[in-house]
Nanobody, 123 residues
Framework: QVQLVESGGGSVQAGDSLRLSCAASGRTFSGYNMGWFRQAPGKEREFVAAIGWRGDNAYYADSVKGRFTVSRDSAKNTVYLQINTLKPEDTAVYYC????????????????WGQGTQVTVSS
């Protein structure tokens, strides 16, 4: 089992930045790919970013490329999502997830999920 706890969300203005954190505990964190997803009201959960278990490959949804940066600190068992130049359309609950498989861009590739952290961006 891997337990994931997100933090760092909040209510911000358009153009602001946030850094979301996801602290992992339980089984070995370093062996898992880590992903970030988001879900806006009335919409399906969508892929945002992912980082491989080695930390040397990062992947992003087209809608967030250039504004979002995913990273991980294995010593702290934590993965981060830096979000810059926030837009109202970024408003959603952001979830981190851990998976041991090869699928990074779909929820099916992840076995463990956090409870989510709310990000609200006003114009």
């Amino acid at each position: 089992q891997v337990q994931l706890v997100e933090s760092g969300g909040g209510s911000v203005q358009a153009g602001d930045s946030l850094r979301l954190s996801c602290a992992a505990s339980g089984r070995t964190f370093s062996g898992y790919n880590m992903g970030w997803f988001r879900q806006a009201p009335g919409k399906e959960r969508e892929f945002v970013a992912a980082i491989g278990w080695r930390g040397d490959n990062a992947y992003y949804a087209d809608s967030v490329k250039g504004r979002f940066t995913v990273s991980r600190d294995s010593a702290k068992n934590t993965v981060y999502l830096q979000i810059n130049t926030l837009k109202p359309e970024d408003t959603a609950v952001y979830y981190c997830a851990a998976g041991a498989g090869a699928i990074l861009f779909n929820i099916k590739g992840y076995d463990y999920w956090g409870q989510g952290t709310q990000v609200t961006v006003s114009s």
